[in-house]
């Protein structure tokens, strides 16, 4: 029964978190080319999956609560 009730509980944490962005990367401050001043911030890291990104509808940054709305490139 114990081992019925860890599987239960893994399945749910994982697809909790199949829906959403989890490694992150610490972007420090800039300045771009036009003089604008962008803050430091997390991101999550790059790879090649649209759907791996806090911006996509469905995910949700984990630092700020804010949930994603984009739906294609």
Same mark, same amino acid.
């Given at each position: 029964?114990?081992?019925?009730?860890?599987?239960?509980?893994?399945?749910?944490?994982?697809? &909790? $978190?199949?829906?959403?962005? *989890?490694?992150?990367?610490?972007?420090?401050? @800039? =300045?771009? +080319?036009? #003089? %604008?001043?962008?803050?430091?911030?997390?991101?999550?890291?790059?790879?090649? &999956? $649209?759907?791996?990104?806090? *911006?996509?509808?469905?995910?949700?940054?984990? @630092? =700020?609560? +804010?949930? #994603? %709305?984009?739906?294609?490139?």
């Amino acid at each position: 029964m114990k081992k019925l009730i860890l599987l239960m509980m893994s399945a749910v944490l994982a697809f &909790s $978190f199949a829906g959403s962005a *989890s490694a992150a990367t610490k972007v420090t401050s @800039y =300045t771009k +080319k036009n #003089g %604008t001043h962008v803050q430091s911030h997390n991101r999550s890291n790059k790879d090649k &999956s $649209f759907m791996n990104n806090w *911006s996509t509808k469905g995910n949700t940054n984990p @630092y =700020t609560g +804010k949930k #994603g %709305t984009k739906t294609h490139k």
